[in-house]
């Protein structure tokens, strides 16, 4: 059981060059979602997904655009890179909403120059 | 809105000695779960415990105990006889069912052998 990995585990961009990062879980999980966490602010929502084939907009949305075609991958896209999307991101997953406990992969650090 | 405030943000302390790290939060529902996660330097988040808000009972598990107080909206983590292997970042966080998990700033623990 690998629960929740995260791939790149680190990468560096350009400014204006887009990628995907790629969560998968091995869990059933319904619920995924994608967090960054930048120094002394905690983890912030970005996007989420309540099950195969739908999305929503979290807390900081702007920028980044995902899709979830399987239950078991939730891809996080950047189309344009900015600096100020450099941070690490993760993706967590859950059985059902929220109020259960989220499994976290272990981040994919980005660097935008 | 739902908010949870981590007032300390750094917080030393030498080997064996207890922590205390405060989590108040904000919410203007009823129903409502209290998390704990820990960040241990590796990065990855992992679950410590839930809350939820008809269940006032503090908890222990093993050197952990977590004080929940309704009437101070405060879910507080102590750590008793800390190790050096407690060092990490905790973050407190507040899920009211808008599938978002609002997380703290995070406290970082450091303990000093």
């Known amino acids: 059981n690998a629960g929740v990995t995260q791939t790149p585990k680190f990468r560096v961009l350009k400014t204006g060059q887009s990628m995907t990062l790629l969560c998968a879980q091995d869990?059933?999980?319904?619920?995924m979602y994608w967090y960054r966490q930048d120094p002394g602010m905690g983890l912030r929502l970005i996007h989420y997904s309540v099950g195969e084939g739908t999305t929503a907009k979290g807390e900081v949305p702007d920028g980044y655009n995902v899709s979830r075609l399987k239950k078991q991958n939730f891809l996080l896209g950047l189309e344009s890179a900015a600096p100020s999307q450099t941070s690490v991101y993760f993706c967590a997953s859950s059985r059902l909403a929220g109020a259960n406990e989220q499994y976290f992969g272990p981040g994919t650090r980005l660097t935008v120059t | 809105a739902q908010k949870v405030t981590q007032a300390q943000t750094e917080i030393s302390v030498v080997e064996k000695e207890d922590v205390t790290l405060d989590c108040v939060y904000e919410t203007r529902d009823t129903t409502y779960y209290l998390f704990w996660y820990k960040q241990p330097p590796s990065g990855e988040l992992v679950f410590l415990i839930r809350r939820n808000s008809f269940d006032e009972q503090n908890e222990i598990s093993g050197r952990y105990s977590w004080n929940f107080q309704k009437s101070t909206s405060s879910f507080n983590f102590t750590i008793t006889a800390s190790q050096v292997v407690d060092s990490a970042v905790y973050f407190c966080a507040l899920f009211n069912g808008n599938n978002r998990l609002a997380f703290g700033k995070g406290n970082q623990v450091v303990v000093i052998p």
């Open positions: 869990m059933n999980h319904e619920y």
